[in-house]
């Protein structure tokens, strides 16, 4: 349980450090449809159970911070609440800049399954590498 709780906490600040400075336009460095399409590999992966899948589409620092048994702990946990996937219901792709002011995609996704809905939040460097990734 303080292993989730602490890759939660290294999530969030994440989000945080993203969120510092935004804008809404994609960069001229992502192609929308390929971000759209990277972001949904990644979860269909996370919800197949193929953590080492989107752990190995993660940057460094995110490897180190969500190694694949850690998102497979906070899946297992999810999963016992959300029951199983039926459908994605939306996908949104905005453009933000990181905290150093490099260029970001943010896909927000959700999902429908058995019980409830996920909200699915992934974010991508210009090498599209996921530098954040969130959950609710």
Known sequence: MKKIKRTVFAL????????????????????????????????????????????????SVMQEALPAESLGEVMGTMNGKTGAFREYKSIAVVGQQGAQGEDMAVVVLVAAFEKCNVTYTVSF???????GLWMK
């Open 125 to 131: 460097d210009a090498d599209m590498k996921i530098a």
């Open 12 to 59: 969030m600040m994440m989000i945080f450090m993203l969120s510092g400075c935004s804008s809404t336009k994609l960069a001229d460095a992502f192609d929308e449809e390929t971000v759209k399409k990277t972001a949904q590999e990644a979860i269909d992966y996370m919800i197949a159970g193929e953590y080492e899948k989107t752990a190995a589409m993660m940057d």
